[in-house]
């Protein structure tokens, strides 16, 4: 399914006859507001948006694997350009639920690990591949670039010193969600957090390294940066805890600043990426580990005011709402972009 529209990807938006252009609720299909939160979130990402509307993506998909995010893209058009308070995501969810099969129950599950499954789905949909012949085969390179990769994929860089020959050695790894501990029961900022994740770290015992200029494991500190610095960062906060061997968690008040978040403590020199950002959106947790519930806060691109989606509910809601407790998945876009 193509669309075709006579405007600009940004004209799109801001031209559309919708009565709720991009702020229709979704219906819970029984224990899927995990689901929905996460929806709402990148159906607020303003650059994906355009991605979707200007049917960019068809040409793009692959379609072999592509019927998820051809859901997906009817879901956005669906939520942008119609004319609905509510829609149903039970197409998303069944398309998707035969690819990963984990989330077809109609059961809660963690909105950061179906975050991940999503932007993963995705990017294999639409990834662009380097193909060669070999033995007179085409194969295709596992990696390589999408939408998904321009806008969500940052990489860090692990520098890790032996404590023995003090060699240094770099380890690169790719990721699209950052994964922040919580250094406190209480109150804290997420610069806090942000501090406490790229601290160094000193492995020992167990958890030494093999030093291939020593031939054995050793001693080593482990320092992360920040590398490339994607368009739109995601912070998980991770309020799930075990502590004596039960899981528990945290209902800390984590402050977090709506513009101006500014990353270059923790963004290599060799980076030139613009490293200040304002938050677009938010999920948010509330309840315990059994009897929870996921709602998520998204800024609309178009009239600047926050709103909140609690599934086919969608509430207009001062900048102060905002700040919550409940934060569980922190989205935030380049200042730059």
């Not at 996460?38 to 200007?54: D, G, H, R, T």
């Not at 291939?212 to 912070?235: E, L, M, R, Y």
């Amino acid at each position: 399914m193509a669309w075709k529209w006579k405007y600009s990807p940004k004209e799109q938006l801001e031209d559309m006859s919708s009565l709720h252009p991009g702020l229709t609720g979704l219906q819970n299909l029984e224990n899927t507001c995990y689901m929905n939160a996460v929806l709402q979130c990148l159906c607020s990402l303003s650059p994906l948006v355009q991605y979707f509307l200007s049917g960019k993506w068809n040409p793009a998909l692959h379609q072999e694997i592509g019927e998820s995010a051809t859901a997906f893209g009817c879901l956005v058009s669906d939520m942008w350009l119609g004319e609905f308070d509510f829609v149903s995501p039970e197409a998303f969810h069944s398309v998707f639920g035969k690819r990963h099969p984990a989330f077809s129950s109609k059961t809660q599950h963690d909105a950061q690990e179906f975050l991940i499954c999503v932007l993963d789905d995705l990017h294999e949909a639409f990834k662009q591949v380097r193909a060669h012949s070999a033995a007179g085969a085409s194969t295709r390179n596992s990696s390589g670039t999408s939408i998904i990769t321009h806008l969500f994929e940052g990489q860090l860089s692990y520098a890790i010193r032996c404590l023995t020959c003090k060699a240094l050695s770099d380890k690169p790894e790719s990721f699209t969600v950052l994964s922040l501990p919580i250094p406190s029961t209480r109150v804290c900022s997420l610069q806090d957090c942000l501090e406490c994740f790229f601290q160094p770290d000193t492995l020992t015992r167990n958890n030494q390294i093999y030093c291939h200029w020593c031939g054995s494991n050793q001693d080593a500190t482990v320092t992360a940066s920040i590398t490339k610095a994607p368009q739109i960062i995601i912070f998980h906060l991770k309020r799930f805890a075990w502590q004596d061997k039960n899981r528990r968690k945290l209902s800390t008040t984590v402050c977090y600043p709506f513009s101006d978040l500014d990353l270059s403590p923790y963004i290599s020199t060799s980076c030139n990426n613009n490293t200040e950002y304002s938050l677009c959106a938010v999920v948010n947790h509330a309840g315990d580990l059994d009897y929870g519930h996921y709602t998520a806060f998204c800024k609309h691109s178009i009239t600047q005011h926050w709103y909140s989606f609690d599934d086919a509910q969608v509430t207009k809601i001062p900048d102060s709402a905002v700040q919550a407790d409940t934060a569980y998945l922190l989205f935030y876009i380049s200042q730059g972009y």
